[in-house]
């Protein structure tokens, strides 16, 4: 199983692959590998998809957000909420099946050896913290504990949890004799280190190992297996198996480290989440690094229950399976039956359904016979059941279409908003619907709608905002928008509009603004009116050069000619109303002025304020904005 | 009311620009707007000597009235120009009615001033002269004033009385005037 690099949409969040449907998302999700948490995981979203599990943190989200494929995932279990341990979604890997433990990965920088306070003192690191290596090896299996004994004093000496054989400059790191001070040679320390793992191997099942880099409550709650091996609280020795109080650090008998439950320095926990128990990976980036034992999503908020409902199920559906399958077996008339649809028949005397190539209006009559049975069965398996619903979706809005189209509804008027209709069908399996998302999540619901928006805005497929001039009235958006979601799930204005508020806030690429007269428009972020203004601009000195059609009683080559709100919506493709507001803009900044007339409102430059004889119209109106 | 019908009157550019009928929502491009009027009336009643205009019959003339462009300003409009060159010390309400302006392309001390420099270099200081004598006598027909409205006159010279500069007595339509 590994942590694969996720890519974000405009609106940050996961970009779905083809086929891939979003199941539900919830916000405030914490990251954990094994038991330690994943350092800038630690407050995000869980995407659930058909395909994937993705995370993406609130902060910095290109920088921190992952995927783990499903289809790596062996199973998933559920963990309750207990004390202050926020409930749990563990995610177990599929067995590898090239499974070798290299030495490197088995006796690696595990941070839940168990190294004795005294050794920890004198290393002023973390001992949580892996030293440099690249990958995430933590793992409950990887677990040693051995001593050397020292060839000066003879006093055993445990072996540093960094300490690896495999990598050349070990020898450095090995620390002194605890006793007598003075440095092992570097064959015996990896001689130790050997031995403990080769004992270690047949008994590391059962073993209760003592785990220092785990707080006492995590312990109790993550390792809930172990406790009632130790009656009334005590603790085994690992090596001597001397049943040793609780609170002893070491055994009493031969000194070997016991995995007591002294909370951890809380230095380590405090830049993270200090009431949260858990220990925190010093690790920068978790792209592409496999996971050994297990990923925790720690749910803060809430959701963990629907999150895991749905990951169970989509865990069975297996629909990664589908990606490259052939599409689910058709009518035979199937590939042909769509265009047929509207082939008039009343043929009601025709029974056998076996394609015999019949010529003339007979063979056109068996055709459409052929094609609205085979509707018949499409729609019939559709309704079936909802899953079969979800599967057949895409047919079922092609065929709706299909009907749609040939029974006229789509009128010259209203091309291009149908137009934008029939594309929104591969919007389908984007949306955000509220019962996506975990319960009383309201703000979850707005944001993600938002993003949605967004999303659905800047989608270059659709051009949604491209089409409108870079600029559309929200009302407008709100009812495209919903007609796309083809009569289900609608949102309502007001969500609506506090979604749209937010687009600020969660810095996305669209904005809203507000015009003086109260309209709301959409706009991408990075249009101001200064580029509206300069718009103008070129298109009054536009004016000014080309000669009227007809004869004007005014000097043409001086003030040009007047623009209506008309115009303008048609030169930028803008509509009337946005085009008023933004005329009513320009005026307001002094770059034009109105002449109100029978013929109705036109905008002009602005002449008045400046001298029409001093020539460029550009530099005093740009003296004017300044 | 005029002397004698002089050449056409120049219009500015501005007269030409449609909008400049039209009252701009903008306050600054209104200020602009307003300014443009007032220095347009000026020169205008300046050009054909006017000293008052009755705001009924001016609306019809070309002063407000574009026929090329088919463009007028309106009455309320009108009085809001009027208004404003009021409180630029640039006209003044005949009547409280508000119908007749007087239009101070110059000031009545402006006028004073006039005075002054006139009387004193053709040497009439302590000679007593007619209002009409200044008005419409042969020794003041190179001048400005002459032809000028007697009220205006007698505007302007109240202030010289002010300012103790000169003495005005004498009836109702026979006033007689001595400088200092």
């Known amino acids: ?626 | 009311m005029t002397t004698q019908i002089k050449e056409e009157f120049q219009f500015p550019k501005t007269y030409s620009f449609p909008p400049f009928f039209t009252p701009q929502p903008n306050s600054n491009t209104r200020h602009s707007q307003l300014q443009k009027w007032s220095s347009l009336i000026q020169s205008y009643c300046r050009h054909y000597k006017l000293y008052r205009l009755n705001l009924i019959d001016a609306i019809e003339t070309p002063l407000f009235h574009n026929a090329a462009l088919k463009k007028r300003v309106s009455l309320p409009e009108a009085r809001e120009i009027l208004e404003f060159m009021v409180g630029d010390g640039r006209a003044e309400w005949v009547d409280s009615g508000k119908g007749v302006v007087w239009i101070w392309w110059r000031r009545p001390e402006e006028w004073a001033g006039l005075l002054v420099d006139w009387v004193e270099s053709t040497g009439q200081k302590n000679v007593v002269l007619t209002v009409y004598e200044l008005v419409d006598g042969e020794d003041s027909v190179s001048q400005e004033w002459h032809g000028m409205d007697t009220d205006v006159m007698m505007k302007s010279l109240n202030v010289l009385v002010k300012r103790g500069k000169a003495q005005v007595f004498g009836n109702e339509g026979q006033e007689g005037v001595k400088f200092f």
């Open chain 1, 1 to 626: 199983m590994f942590f694969k690099p996720l890519d974000l949409t405009t609106a940050l969040r996961p970009s779905l692959l083809l086929d891939e449907t979003l199941l539900f998302v919830q916000d405030a999700v914490g990251l954990y590998e094994g038991k330690y948490k994943i350092p800038n995981y630690q407050d995000g979203h869980a995407y659930l998809t058909s395909h994937r599990v993705c995370y993406v943190a609130v902060e910095e989200p290109r920088k921190h957000s992952v995927a783990i494929d499903l289809k790596d995932i062996d199973r998933a279990e559920y963990q309750a909420r207990f004390l202050k341990s926020s409930p749990k979604i563990t995610l177990y890997p599929k067995p590898r099946k090239d499974i070798k433990r290299s030495g490197s990965r088995s006796t690696g920088a595990s941070p839940s050896r168990s190294p004795p306070p005294t050794f920890l003192s004198t290393r002023s690191q973390s001992p949580l913290a892996p030293t440099s290596a690249p990958q995430l090896k933590s793992s409950a299996s990887t677990l040693v504990n051995a001593t050397w004994i020292c060839p000066i004093c003879s006093f055993s000496n445990p072996v540093p949890s960094n300490f690896d054989p495999s990598s050349a400059p070990a020898a450095s790191l090995v620390p002194p004799c605890l006793a007598c001070g003075i440095k092992p040679p570097f064959t015996t320390v990896l001689k130790a280190a050997i031995n403990a793992a080769a004992s270690r191997e047949g008994t590391a099942t059962n073993t209760v190992i003592p785990d220092y880099g785990n707080g006492g409550l995590s312990q109790k709650s993550g390792t809930s297996n172990i406790l009632p091996l130790y009656p009334a609280g005590s603790l085994s020795c690992p090596r001597c198996t001397f049943v040793n109080h609780p609170s002893l650090i070491e055994c009493e008998i031969c000194g070997a480290s016991l995995g007591n439950s002294t909370p951890l320095p809380a230095s380590h926990e405090n830049d993270y989440r200090s009431e949260s128990p858990a220990p925190v990976f010093e690790q920068g980036s978790i792209r592409n690094t496999e996971v050994t034992e297990c990923v925790k999503l720690s749910f803060r908020g809430s959701g963990e229950k629907i999150f895991h409902e749905r990951l169970r199920g989509a865990l069975i559906q297996r629909k990664w399976l589908l990606h490259n399958a052939p599409p689910a077996p058709q009518q035979p008339s199937q590939s042909s039956g769509l265009p047929n649809l509207a082939v008039p028949g009343s043929t009601n005397g025709s029974p056998a359904p076996a394609r015999s190539p019949a010529p003339g209006i007979a063979g056109l009559e068996q055709r459409g016979l052929e094609a609205r049975r085979n509707n018949e069965v499409v729609i019939g398996n559709a309704f079936e059941d909802l899953e079969a619903l979800m599967a057949s979706a895409k047919q079922i809005v092609a065929l709706a279409e299909t009907l749609a189209r040939e029974s006229g509804m789509a009128d010259e008027g209203s091309a291009e908003t149908s137009a934008v209709l029939s594309e929104s069908a591969a919007a389908l399996g984007m949306v955000t619907t509220k019962d996506m998302l975990g319960s009383g999540a309201e703000s979850l619901y707005l944001s993600e709608l938002a993003r949605n928006l967004a999303e659905y805005l800047t989608d270059d497929r659709k051009g949604v905002l491209q089409k409108e001039g870079g600029i559309m009235s929200l009302i407008d958006l709100w009812a495209i928008f919903n007609r796309s979601r083809n009569g289900v799930e609608l949102v309502s204005p007001s969500d609506f509009q506090r979604a749209a508020e937010l687009w600020e806030k969660l810095k996305l690429p669209v904005r809203l603004r507000r015009f003086k007269s109260g309209l709301l428009v959409v706009q991408r972020y990075d249009w101001s009116d200064e580029q509206t203004v300069r718009q103008f601009q070129d298109w009054l000195s536009e004016l000014r050069q080309t000669p009227p059609s007809e004869p004007v009683p005014w000097d043409w080559r001086t003030f040009g000619r007047a623009i209506t709100a008309q115009e303008t919506a048609q030169r930028f493709k803008w509509s009337v109303g946005v085009a008023s507001e933004e005329l009513e803009m320009a005026e307001d900044r002094g770059i034009l002025c109105r002449e109100e007339g029978i013929e109705g409102l036109k905008f002009w430059g602005n002449y008045i304020t400046l001298d029409p004889n001093s020539g460029d119209i550009n530099s005093g109106i740009s003296n004017i904005v300044i």
